[in-house]
């Protein structure tokens, strides 16, 4: 079943076999306002509570060190563009992490 793309309103329903990998979007346009988190993955994998409790975990620190990171970091003396420098990460760095399964 999908709804009829062709029509301006996605109002009514249809046999239609090829829409499955997008039927998803549907559902969370239709939802959206009621939950705070989405997780969509394939049938294949299992995910517990624990897993998500871990990666809400993860989002909020990655948050919380946004925050208080740097602007900019001025590299130590001696270390040229492109060296391996380990060093403090900039709020930009962090806006780039995402937390993974």
């Known amino acids: 079943l999908g709804y009829d793309t062709s029509?301006?309103?996605f109002t009514k329903l249809q046999n239609r076999t090829l829409h499955l990998s997008r039927q998803h979007r549907f559902v969370i346009k239709?939802?959206?306002q009621r939950y705070d988190m989405f997780v969509c993955f394939e049938d294949d994998m299992i995910i517990h509570a624990e897993h998500v409790t871990h990666y809400r975990?993860?989002?909020h620190e990655l948050m919380r060190l946004r925050e208080t990171a740097p602007d900019h970091v001025v590299p130590p003396p001696?270390?040229?563009p492109g060296d391996n420098y380990?060093?403090?990460m900039t709020k930009n760095m962090l806006k780039r992490m995402i937390?993974?399964?």
């Open 7 to 9: 029509q301006p309103q």
């Open 78 to 80: 001696g270390v040229q």
């Open 86 to 88: 380990h060093g403090p």
């Open 57 to 59: 975990a993860v989002t």
């Open 30 to 32: 239709d939802k959206l």
């Open 99 to 101: 937390p993974g399964f």
